[in-house]
């Protein structure tokens, strides 16, 4: 065999390694950081009743409909991204899925900011403003990534 195919057979190797580490591990979203606004129980409510809506409240789908938007084209390139820098070593496979996650975490808070619909005159003059989602700001701070084994 040439130098030329073992540095090929080795280069193919290495890659082989770093994809098999980004098959070890994922990455998740969503209201994982302590905020000290709410207890995580209280902020599990929050994330499920605007998530899903209650008798009262309207479902503002905040992290369901932000990967709705984002699946198809940009969280796919953003992840071709990261796997082209693992392949070439820019990224280990945790800082890709850092890299990824803070993608999604950014997607997230966009979400946040535009969702709809407006709340209620009620709510309005209780809180002193129309922005839904935004109460304390606590759901918004607590929106984080988090690289787990898979």
């Known amino acids: 065999m040439s130098e030329a195919e073992e540095r090929v057979l080795k280069r193919l190797a290495l890659q082989s390694r770093r994809l098999k580490a980004l098959n070890r591990q ?5 209201a994982l950081k302590s905020v000290p606004e709410h207890t995580p129980e209280e902020l599990a ?5 605007n998530e899903f ?9 905040f992290l369901r409909g932000t990967v709705y938007k984002n699946r198809n084209h940009g969280w796919r390139f953003i992840s071709r991204e990261a796997v082209k820098g693992v392949l070439v070593g820019k990224f280990t496979a945790n800082a890709a899925y850092k890299f990824v996650g803070d993608r999604m975490v950014d997607d997230v808070h966009k979400q946040i900011d535009t969702i709809g619909p407006a709340n209620a005159p009620s709510t309005i003059a209780k809180k002193g403003r129309d922005e839904p989602l935004i109460d304390t700001g606590g759901l918004y701070r607590s929106i984080d990534k988090k690289v787990i084994p898979r």
Request: no cysteine; net charge positive.
């Open 26 to 30: 994922q990455v998740v979203v969503g």
């Open 45 to 49: 409510d929050i994330v499920r009743y």
């Open 53 to 61: 809506g209650t008798a009262k409240i309207p479902a503002r789908s």
